[in-house]
């Protein structure tokens, strides 16, 4: 049995900020054009064991009805202009 493999695909993600600066992703905007609405945001927490997590987040989003997993990246302090960029992970064909 072989292990799937995922790879990081970055996406464009609109976001709103509430007062406390809390960042509450909206929309997701594919390369291609394809936009999808996020319903909900069910969980935020640190990426984990896969992923740096000092680095990276993970939002637990409702897509279509369906759970997917939008990944936050931090930016480095080296990119003072940039926050950070959002991806979503994707199996790789092997």
Request: glycine residues 6%.
């Given at each position: 049995?072989?292990?799937?493999?995922?790879?990081?695909?970055?996406?464009?993600?609109?976001?709103?900020?509430?007062?406390?600066?809390?960042?509450?992703?909206?929309?997701?905007?594919?390369?291609?054009?394809?936009?999808?609405?996020?319903?909900?945001v069910?969980?935020?927490?640190?990426?984990?064991?896969?992923?740096?997590?000092?680095?990276?987040?993970?939002?637990?989003?409702?897509?279509?009805?369906?759970?997917?997993?939008?990944?936050?990246?931090?930016?480095?302090?080296?990119?003072?202009?940039?926050?950070?960029?959002?991806?979503?992970?994707?199996p790789?064909?092997?």
């Amino acid at each position: 049995m072989s292990k799937i493999h995922m790879q990081k695909v970055y996406v464009k993600v609109n976001s709103d900020f509430d007062s406390t600066g809390y960042m509450q992703p909206k929309m997701i905007t594919w390369a291609d054009g394809r936009k999808f609405r996020i319903e909900t945001v069910k969980d935020f927490r640190p990426a984990g064991l896969n992923h740096d997590s000092h680095t990276c987040d993970c939002y637990t989003v409702i897509i279509n009805g369906e759970q997917k997993f939008l990944f936050f990246e931090r930016a480095n302090s080296y990119h003072r202009s940039s926050v950070g960029r959002w991806y979503v992970e994707c199996p790789v064909n092997q």
